[in-house]
């Protein structure tokens, strides 16, 4: 069955950066469009990015674009997010999702998240 394990996250500073890594099982994870989505506290879920297929290709929500980097290596069917600029506000539970089509911001399955954590 599809399996996502996140890994990374961790408290930091505000300014401080982190890479997050996901790591995908169960599923030919070359054939699909990959994500970051993050749940803050008391909040729904939000796409952050995607990446396609062979990562050539990246889309950011307007709030981590210039911050953030979503990457992916297919040899390790891992996916991976640099945070850079890290604030307060990026608090929140970071979700590596499997996209099924070609709508960046749509998909079927999440793993179970990591915990970012920003304050000083």
């Known amino acids: 069955q599809v399996q996502l394990v996140e890994s990374g996250g961790d408290w930091v500073q505000p300014g401080g950066s982190l890479t997050l890594s996901c790591v995908a099982s169960?599923?030919?994870?070359?054939?699909?469009?990959m994500a970051w989505v993050r749940q803050r506290p008391g909040e729904g879920t939000v796409w952050v990015s995607t990446?396609?297929?062979?990562?050539?290709?990246?889309r950011y929500a307007d709030f981590v674009r210039g911050r953030f980097t979503i990457s992916r290596d297919n040899d390790k069917n891992t996916l991976y997010l640099q945070m850079n600029s890290l604030q307060p506000e990026d608090t929140a539970l970071y979700f590596c999702a499997r996209v099924p089509g070609v709508a960046p911001q749509e998909y079927d399955y999440r793993g179970q998240g990591t915990q970012v954590t920003v304050s000083s």
């Open positions: 169960g599923f030919t994870f070359s054939d699909y469009y």
């Open positions: 990446v396609t297929t062979l990562g050539a290709n990246t």
